[in-house]
């Protein structure tokens, strides 16, 4: 996959002294998802403004399809649709107007056949006549993807596309991007949400006090760092662990009922079939046998307080 | 120059007037009939003729001007000044446009709006007192020059200002004392003579008078003065601009 957004070294110091972003290196390939995590304040809409024109950086290069984003903004820009996280509409004005309005400020001629194929992709099309202010938040979240899409971007950005928003409509929303992303659109979404990131994105990105700690491929990423872990509950609560079985891997519940096994999927041994066998001479009583695997949460967590310590 | 863009602000602002036609109408209009029946009638039936016009049609060109002009900061100032208060000036910032292409627009839509307005109150104006307009191209270029400048001037503003005190201050404070001290209802001469003086420290004083020069042949100060400080008055405001958008100051992080 080609290259569409390249970030190098990227930072912004406001003037407070305050480091938003540090050096940050990201290449975005054409056509994919990109989901960027992080805590709050962790840089991410700095980083989005920054390449869409809102934010001037201190210093770094962003390109966009080989065009500099100072000195081809024009070019850059219009191949940018931003869906910002607050959401910004004019009250007052009707669907249309302002979804026609951001067609035109983006340089394209007026296209009614374009922006209903828009609206009714978003569901938005028995709406169009609405004034914003009459439309329910979900709707009005999709006024500002129809806006963002009025121009036909090759990339778009999605700050925090699913805050605040049901279960339904997130499920939409998540739609709406795989429809994009089969349209060749490549998006870029920022989110606190895990799962999100779990269920949509190809890529995941990790960013924490103005780092890009990581990108990787989801499922490697899953893969690479999933750790794997092993219950044994008993029928009889235990004090210790019994001095055959000790090991770094393996842990006592507090109420001495589960045993805690964690181990590599990868791993050529993984030590289960020893360990059952370890618990059966120990004379241990096994109630139940249950697996779990760490979700892309717990990887996040780890990722974050590992750059905190 | 990318015109689309600077056509979709242009027609979404005026759009908004055309939304409010009827407001937009009769508010001038009211007023205007009401000046001229308080000053035109009440007052001017006491008065003798001004500079050898009744002062009826005297205070038509003041009276245009302090609508045109308070018209044109107000629409100016509120049409940037709402996008930054609500937030969609995002869009303006991540669109592929250039700050000359955003003042085009929006200054230009002010401009326009504020055009209309004083051509309604001249035509109102004819219902209440017999004018006749000696240099009517003068009369034109005055107006139009004028709703440029005050809405550039309200442009300023509205970026400058951080809520809607502040976007009434100015026009509130400086701009209405300036254009009634300005030779609205009265000529200068009529001033004692240290009063003269200090109003020539006025800048609206040489709009006035020049449209008036234009109304009715004669003026306060010779029309060459007025056509200098209005083009200097206008290229400060251009100036100020340019700068505000090389800088990003209260825009642009």
Not at chain 1, 37 to 59: D, E, F, H, V
Not at chain 1, 82 to 100: A, C, D, H
Not at chain 1, 242 to 252: E, H, I, N, R, Y
Request: charged content about 20%.
């Amino acid at each position: 996959m080609p290259t569409i957004v390249d970030i190098k070294n990227l930072r912004k110091s406001y003037d407070g002294g305050f480091e938003a972003l540090k050096g940050v290196n990201l290449e975005i390939e054409e056509g994919e998802i990109l989901a960027l995590l992080g805590p709050n304040g962790a840089g991410k809409t700095t980083l989005i403004s920054t390449i869409c024109g809102i934010t001037t950086a201190t210093s770094g290069t962003v390109t966009v399809s080989g065009h500099d984003i100072i000195t081809g903004y024009r070019e850059t820009r219009s191949m940018i649709g931003l869906v910002p996280q607050e959401i910004n509409l004019e009250p007052f004005e009707k669907v249309i107007n302002t979804v026609r309005f951001s067609r035109g400020l983006f340089g394209k001629p007026r296209d009614d056949a374009a922006l209903e194929k828009i609206l009714r992709q978003l569901s938005l099309w028995d709406k169009k006549d609405s004034q914003i202010r009459a439309l329910s938040g979900g709707m009005k979240r999709r006024v500002l993807i129809a806006k963002a899409l009025a121009h036909d971007p090759r990339v778009l950005f999605l700050d925090e596309p699913t805050a605040g928003v049901d279960v339904e409509l997130r499920k939409d929303m998540w739609e709406i991007v795989a429809d994009l992303k089969a349209d060749g659109v490549t998006i870029i979404l920022t989110t606190h949400y895990i799962e999100e990131a779990e269920a949509i994105a190809d890529r995941v990105g990790v960013i924490a006090h103005g780092e890009l700690l990581l990108v990787e491929d989801k499922a490697k990423l899953m893969a690479r760092m999933g750790k794997k872990q092993l219950e044994v509950q008993l029928t009889k609560p235990i004090k210790t662990i019994p001095k055959a079985l000790q090991s770094d891997a393996l842990t006592l519940s507090k109420d001495g009922t589960t045993l805690v096994y964690s181990y590599d999927t990868r791993a050529e041994r993984t030590g289960i079939t020893k360990l059952l066998a370890d618990v059966a001479d120990a004379g241990l009583v096994l109630a139940d046998v249950m697996t779990r695997q760490s979700s892309l949460e717990d990887i996040f967590v780890d990722l974050v307080q590992e750059d905190a310590a | 120059m990318n015109w689309t863009a600077i056509y979709s602000i242009f027609s979404f602002e005026m759009a908004r007037f055309f939304r409010t036609i009827a407001q937009s109408i009769i508010s001038p209009v009211l007023s205007t009939s009401l000046y001229f029946v308080v000053f035109g009638a009440a007052i001017g039936s006491r008065i003798q003729e001004v500079e050898g016009v009744s002062y009826g049609a005297f205070i038509v060109p003041g009276l245009i001007m302090l609508s045109v002009i308070t018209q044109a900061i107000s629409n100016a100032s509120f049409g940037i000044y709402f996008p930054k208060f609500i937030g969609t000036i995002f869009e303006l910032l991540s669109a592929p446009v250039n700050f000359l292409e955003i003042v085009i627009g929006y200054v230009g839509a002010a401009a326009t709006k504020a055009l209309f307005i004083g051509v309604i109150i001249l035509i109102t104006a004819f219902f209440f007192v017999d004018i006749s307009i000696a240099h009517p191209f003068a009369m034109v270029a005055f107006l139009i020059l004028t709703c440029i400048s005050f809405a550039l001037l309200g442009f300023i503003i509205g970026i400058w200002a951080g809520n809607f005190e502040q976007l009434q201050l100015v026009p509130l404070l400086i701009v209405t004392p300036l254009v009634f001290l300005g030779g609205s209802f009265y000529s200068i001469s009529m001033l004692p003579p240290t009063w003269q003086i200090i109003s020539h420290f006025n800048p609206v004083v040489y709009l006035i008078s020049g449209f008036r020069w234009a109304f009715f042949g004669s003026a306060d100060v010779p029309i060459l003065t007025s056509l200098l400080a209005i083009g200097l008055f206008t290229g400060l405001c251009m100036a100020v601009i340019w700068w505000i958008f090389r800088t990003g100051w209260r825009i642009r992080q």
